[in-house]
């Protein structure tokens, strides 16, 4: 469907596209990834036509309808939200305008024209073609499914913030209904609930999609391939973050290890060569040296992976009660409460994932919980020893413009910490001389990333981070998860970072109804909860929470997820020993159906991995001149042996997904254990 045939095109002599060769079919669904500044935005913009390629050219269909979703809208039509996004489709609205001319001129003709009236029809009938009676309904549902409420559809357009136009932009794109859909950064302005209505929706997108995408959680959901943008180049890998995310470590640990072959090699030959320089007997030898070493094709060393070496340590822990909150009211005016009724206690350890729509009141907890606000009635305690760490957009405005970043970020580091200042500044993409630029020159998004990786190095034991990831890449994402899980200290996060919520919290609270209701697991297990609450509320309700129940004597074959977890019959809080000796082998059983879930999964990445770099061999030969030249029979044993890889695939994904179902099942049911 698009091509690109030796595309190349460099900013300020920095390449971003070098000779590249690559295209999108039709219907596919793909995920572009990359380091900041790779250039993903701009291979967009050569798509869409406002950039040029310098070299080669990039072939694309005349007829062929084209969404573009950028990172920000400079310009747009100030009119209502729904007339900007019926705007969309100006063939229907124009249409419709011709209509109801011609229905006015037929009013005021005091004859009938039959000409006129086979027009009307003719053009009738095309308004239906084009759906243009079902396009208000159409625009509408796109709307509400990215977070508009009724009244908002008739407000100015420009009485929105700029997050909220983007919605409506892609509102606009949605009701275009194009065959290429090109998405940049799209889930930056939505909350979790109109992310997760724009994912099911984009999973039954006919069209082909091309997503730039932070969001992990939606690249595994909805790509079938993954290209990574890298020095020029497009690597291709498997439609699955993780497996993309082995494969990536693997082929780095190889360039490493190939690397480092090299310089063996070269200091080898460079001792051999100052041994005998002087040495006329083994002055062919020398030469010979020499020229294999000026004709060695220097191998490059691999990029590093961000990742934090350290754990924190945190040298003066809270009391056990870090936040308590006893009935809690608050409202900004009068009679309209944000929260009601709020007994809440944060526990020292527990790390937290606070959600809820836009406008819930997730800030307005955090700045209770700082002191930025006051209780309208009520109390909120801090526990004795508590020491915050704030991250939140509105958290720059205190860094110092003349400090350096290194400078800034010393000024708060404990004296044991500051030998990692360094490496924390290059898991966030500030390396070398960069540490010493000045803040005032840095852009919005450095300066964010400054100020995260200074609250990192705080000596601060409750960290209360405000969608942390938003300016990380993907690798830096990575490793701020792996520093998280290390900390020893209390967390509560605000994030529409779905991948991020679940590798890092143990518990939800979700913002409901001007009441905090709380979730014993992680984002998936709120959602599995969600999907079938146990109370009215859905809330948990404490006397239904799932228990390790012990089997029936008729049972004894049958370890499933189901049986282990029936909610138990509601008895006194005392325990036999014998309960607990089932509930412990209850317990055990399940633990041991996750480790060989999770073995099962691993071996079948590995199995996904071998198959897809077999079937991109294959793909290099038959497009090689070279491969038709040989004769039939071996283009045919290789198309042969392409389908069947392709079937195998489709067999292996299909198999990763069902797995991956199971175990997902098993862990939505699986109940934390209380911490002591």
Known sequence: ????????????????????????????????????????TTLLRLITGELTPQEGQIIIPKNLRIGYLPQELINFQNSSVLGYVLDGRPDIVSLEKKIKNLHLQ???????????????????????????????????????????????????????????????????????EPGLLLLDEPTNHLDLTALEWLEQYLLSFPGAIVLVSHDRF???????????????????????????????????????????????????????????????????????????LEKMRPIEPPPPLPRFDFRFQIHHPSYKDVVTMKQLYFAYETDQWLFEEIDWQLIRGEKIALIGPNGSGKTTLTRLITGELKPTKGTIRLGARTKIGHYTQHQLEILHPEST????????????????????????????????????????????R????????????????????????????????????????????????????????DKVIAIQDKKLIPYHGNYSYYLAKKARPSSPSGAEAPENHPQFV???????????????????????????????RREAEARQAISQMR???????????????????????????????????????????????YAQLSRELDQSYQQWEKLNQELEKLLANLPLRRKK
């Open 1 to 40: 469907m698009v091509i690109f045939n030796n595309v190349s095109y460099s900013v300020a002599g920095q390449p971003l596209l070098a000779r590249l060769s690559w295209s999108v079919p039709a219907g596919k669904r793909i995920a572009l990834i990359g380091a900041n500044g790779a250039g993903k």
């Open 106 to 176: 037929l009013a005021n003709q005091k004859q009938e024209d039959s000409s006129l009236l086979n027009l009307l029809g003719e053009w009738e009938e095309k308004f239906r073609a084009l759906g243009g009676y079902l396009v208000e309904a159409q625009a509408k549902t796109f709307l509400s499914g990215l977070g508009f409420s009724l009244p908002d559809f008739r407000r100015a357009l420009n009485r929105f913030s700029g997050g909220w136009i983007m919605r409506a932009h892609l509102a606009r794109l949605l009701l275009q």
């Open 218 to 292: 939606l690249i595994d959901r909805l790509a079938e391939d993954i290209y990574e943008l890298e020095k020029g180049s497009l690597t291709k890998y498997p439609g699955k973050y993780r497996i993309y995310l082995q494969e990536k470590r693997k082929k780095i640990e190889q360039q490493r290890k190939k690397y480092e072959e090299q310089q063996a090699e070269k200091e080898r030959i460079i001792r051999f060569v100052q041994k005998y320089r002087a040495d006329k007997k083994r002055a062919r030898q020398v030469q010979s040296r020499l020229k294999h």
């Open 405 to 448: 970043i290194y400078d800034e970020i010393l000024s708060s580091t404990p004296e044991d910490r500051v030998p990692f200042i360094r490496e924390v500044l290059g898991v966030f993409q500030f390396r070398g001389d960069d540490i010493f630029k000045k803040i005032k020159i840095l852009s919005g998004g450095e300066k964010a």
């Open 450 to 505: 400054v100020a995260l990786a200074k609250i990192l190095l705080s000596p601060a034991n409750f960290l209360i981070l405000d969608e942390p990831t938003t300016h990380l890449d993907l690798m830096a994402r990575e490793a701020l998860e792996e520093a998280l899980s290390n900390y020893e200290g209390t967390v509560l996060v605000i994030s529409h970072d779905r991948y991020f919520l679940d590798k890092i919290v």
């Open 550 to 580: 012990p089997l029936s004597p008729d049972e004894p074959s049958s370890l499933t997820a189901q049986s282990l977890l029936r909610p138990a019959q509601p008895s006194s809080r005392r325990k036999s020993k014998e309960q607990k």
């Open 595 to 641: 480790r060989t879930l999770q073995v099962k999964i691993k071996e079948l990445e590995q199995k996904i991995a071998n198959l897809e770099n077999r079937k991109k061999a294959i793909e290099l030969k038959l497009a090689t001149p070279q491969t038709y030249q040989a004769g039939g029979p071996q283009i045919t044993a290789l198309q042969k042996e």
